[in-house]
């Protein structure tokens, strides 16, 4: 779960590392009251979880309530996109901060890294940009260091942070202090990450977390109850809502097709198929292992209700599903479903034959059937376009 | 021969009298693997179906003489069942839970592979291994697989019995098979397993599939540029997955400009290696390789 800035700047104060004071506001005029109390000079910052808020409009500094009213309704009328033009995102808070003047701006993060399988911390002067373009242009101004997680982070990694990514003999102390309280935050957490940029010396020499990009591992949430809530504050998609509601896992996409398949890496290489053939797909949607009747049946009632949704491809192979089962799920869906568009069902695997045969014995004008993956994608993307096939 | 599972496999499930721990265990024990214990803790000195159950893994080991152990306990005791595994003598460890926390993993990972090389753990959130013909360890249809000479190595579940499938249809058998999981921490990576395949004799060519997300390719395909003496088919899942959005696998999510389809792909093209663009393309680079050969 990706965080909210003010949502990780709210777990960073429990661990007692440095932020601006701030209010969060769902209204202008309550970015007004919040300006009012905070004194003259704010940051008002969209709440968004796409990357580049701040070239899109959605960081403002301002010097009265007025001006932040009208920062704050400009911001709520912003649609915020990721880097590529991708995503439609509304932002339904601002955070209110008191701005300062600031002396110098660096970069701190802390990762669990899949390639080492460690925690990997990086520090560097260079804040305020995207650390990928640093590393490329300016390597050298980037401290990097792997932290075993059996042992956790010792004085001489905050040490080598410090030193390694030439931060301002001012800033030293301060940065050397938050080091540890960030990497137990990371650890108690469960954190995947936690990005501070920028990480900033003020015009008064303290130093504090600007900015929080905080992710959880989800798979964490059964050991902290708290997650739960952090979550409720993210809107989702209506269709994803409602799948997950059934326990299916669904990710809303852009294009026609809409997709039922079982297991992560057969949807996901379903996607793909259905680009090969020339369709677009409407959704990824992953049944699990193990899928009943009941399951494949509310599946096809939630991608049905996608306006956009031209054909379905329902793609099996069934290793602890059952194709039966499968069929089952579909005939009934059918049955009380007012279906209409085609669905093309393609299953292998185990009780493949007893599923086919009952699609066979079960004719709906709705309802085609392929032998193989390729040949399904191709006729699921065909009647798309409203060719037959 | 064959890797990880064989003829010699004993196998102890952690979590054999949970109803999913006992439904696959029976299949592998009706495919023919040798099912000596199960642990539960509290139904010590019990039987489930015929098989002992223990109350530690380290009893198991003495009084059956386990060497690989199944986990299927749920995520929360994971990592607790995987350590007891290891501290008991356990040399192959096949982890089935998913949502085991990556903080886990990293830790217990981190700590076998710093104290032994000559253990292996495949998983967490992996459907298992199997050498077909052999043994079943985990939940992989056995029925679908047949003796052969390609060893398999995937991220995915469902696109192992994919593959497999697209290959019994050219007639092409395997000699194992292992899902290596989904997880952004997995206990084994590609390099691991494609050591392994390059030194069992019975394996002749090996089919790699991954998915989208973290390195795990690319280091894969620079490590089997030099020490690889065999072939590699290689296929990855996710090319049309939008950037930042988790594909039902924890470890399956494009970040910034890291883990995309085209940096896996560019990285097996550079090291030789062809790159499939389907599962059935697979099959089919795999036939005309075995004709060439």
């Known amino acids: ?389 | 021969m064959a890797i990880l599972i064989d003829d010699s496999t004993k196998l102890v499930v952690q979590g054999l009298t949970g109803s999913e721990g006992s439904f696959h265990a029976g299949r592998n024990r009706d495919y023919g693997t040798q099912l000596v214990a199960g642990v539960t803790p509290g139904k010590g000195g019990t039987d489930h179906n015929g098989t002992p159950i223990f109350h530690t893994v380290e009893e198991a080991v003495r009084e059956t003489g386990a060497n690989t152990s199944m986990v299927f306990v749920p995520a929360r005791f994971a990592a607790d069942a995987i350590l007891e595994s290891y501290e008991s003598g356990i040399k192959t460890i096949v982890a089935i839970t998913e949502h085991v926390p990556a903080l886990d993993m990293a830790r217990v990972v981190g700590y076998i592979r710093a104290r032994s090389d000559d253990v292996s753990l495949i998983g967490p959130n992996c459907p298992g291994v199997i050498s077909p013909g052999k043994a079943n360890v985990g939940i992989i249809p056995g029925e679908i697989c047949s003796p052969g000479p390609v060893g398999l190595v995937s991220r995915s579940g469902t696109l192992v019995y994919q593959i497999v499938h697209e290959l019994t249809q050219l007639g092409i058998g395997q000699s194992t098979c292992v899902g290596i999981g989904g997880d952004p921490v997995p206990g084994s990576d590609f390099i691991d397993v494609l050591s392994k395949f390059e030194a069992d004799p019975e394996t002749e060519l090996v089919v790699l599939v991954g998915e989208i997300g973290g390195d795990a390719e690319e280091r894969a395909a620079a490590w089997a540029k030099q020490n690889m003496s065999k072939p590699i088919v290689a296929y990855f899942a996710g090319r049309e997955a939008p950037p930042g959005k988790r594909m039902g696998h924890a470890g399956a999510i494009v970040s910034g400009s890291k883990g995309t389809w085209q940096a896996k792909a560019d990285a097996f093209e550079a090291a030789g290696f062809p790159v499939a663009k389907n599962p059935t393309q697979v099959a089919e680079i795999v036939a005309g390789l075995r004709s060439k050969a």
Request: contains cysteine.
């Open chain 1, 1 to 389: 779960m990706d965080l909210f800035e003010y949502q990780g700047k709210e777990l960073l104060r429990k661990f007692e590392i440095p932020v601006p004071e701030g209010r969060v506001a769902s209204t202008p005029e309550e970015a007004s009251e919040a300006t009012r109390f905070l004194g003259s000079r704010v940051v008002v910052k969209a709440q968004v979880a796409v990357g580049g808020r701040g070239k899109q409009g959605g960081v403002k500094l301002v010097s009265s309530p007025e001006e932040a009213h009208e920062a704050a309704a400009q911001i709520f009328d912003i649609t915020f996109t990721d880097q590529e033009g991708r995503g439609a995102e509304r932002s339904k808070r601002v955070l209110v901060e008191r701005a300062g003047e600031l002396k110098a701006e660096y970069y701190c993060s802390f990762i669990l890294d899949r390639t080492s399988r460690k925690h990997l911390a990086i520090m560097s002067s260079e804040g305020g940009m995207d650390i990928e373009e640093v590393n490329r242009t300016n390597p050298d101004a980037i401290a990097k260091v792997t932290i075993d997680p059996l042992l956790g982070l010792s004085d001489f990694h905050a040490r080598e942070l410090v030193f390694g990514g030439n931060i301002d003999e001012e800033a030293r102390k301060g940065a050397l202090s938050i080091l540890p309280k960030l990497y137990r935050a990371l650890v108690e957490l469960d954190a995947s990450q936690i990005e501070i940029n920028p990480l900033v010396l003020t015009g008064d020499g303290k130093v504090m977390a600007l900015d929080a990009k905080v992710i959880l591992d989800d798979s964490a949430a059964f050991r902290h109850p708290f997650y739960e809530e952090l979550k409720a504050a993210h809107e989702v998609n209506e269709q994803e809502r409602k799948a997950k509601e059934h326990g299916l896992n669904l990710i809303k996409l852009d294009g026609d097709v809409g997709i039922i398949g079982n297991g992560a890496g057969l949807v996901m290489s379903t996607l793909d198929v259905v680009k090969d053939a020339g369709g677009s797909a409407a959704n990824f949607l992953d049944v699990g292992g193990g899928a009943s009747a009941e399951v494949l049946s509310n599946s096809l009632q939630i991608i049905t209700e996608n306006p956009e949704v031209k054909s379905i491809f329902i793609n099996i192979f069934g290793g602890i599903t059952r194709c039966d089962l499968v069929a089952e799920g579909i005939i009934h869906a059918l049955a009380r479903l007012d279906v209409d568009v085609p669905i093309v069902v393609r299953l292998d695997g185990t009780n493949a034959e007893q599923g086919r045969k009952m699609l066979a014995d079960a004719p709906h004008p709705m309802l085609k059937t392929a032998d193989t993956m390729l040949g399904a994608a191709e006729k699921a993307v065909a009647l798309a376009h409203g060719e037959g096939a």
